[in-house]
């Protein structure tokens, strides 16, 4: 089981997040490490990683420009259009990777260019052989989930997650990522 938590607090009057997270990790069905390292830093925000940890930088990676833009905002009065912003050009991320993970599927499995799948796929496939891998598209997810820390520009938190089914969500006060994820979150609550 693998976890990562984050949660806003307040340390000598300033807002602050709290990040913590397991060191366990696994390569296939064999391999365990206990010394894996599950944060990354864009600029002074902090994110954890649960999942696949390759897949993981790969989004954090998509992720780097949005978190920079945002992190350099510093006009409070406009907080709230910035974090729109912000989980807009997340969720543009996400989009991103995940046609990225699709692209790579396609040539993978079929060994042509995804554009040409989408325009002559259905000639090359049956009926039944086309629907197939058009559900195992849809089935693709991000392998893997993050949580982004950092605080706006009205000293607010800015707690971000990302799920491996692409969702994004700003989270109030805490949130929760991994395989064991919703243990601790009923123990946060």
Known sequence: ???GIASACKHEGKTGIVLCCDWQGTLGDFIRSDSTDKMRYIDWATVLLAGELTAADELVFECDQPVRAFLSKTDASRSDTDLHEYLNGLR???ARRKATLVKDYIRRTLGIDDRDFWQNGKQYLTTAQHDQLLREIMAIDLDTE??????RADDDPAIVRILSGGLVSWEDQFTTIGSGRLIAEAFLH
């Open 1 to 3: 089981m693998t976890v």
């Open 92 to 94: 543009d991320a996400v």
């Open 146 to 151: 993050v949580i982004i820390g950092a605080t």
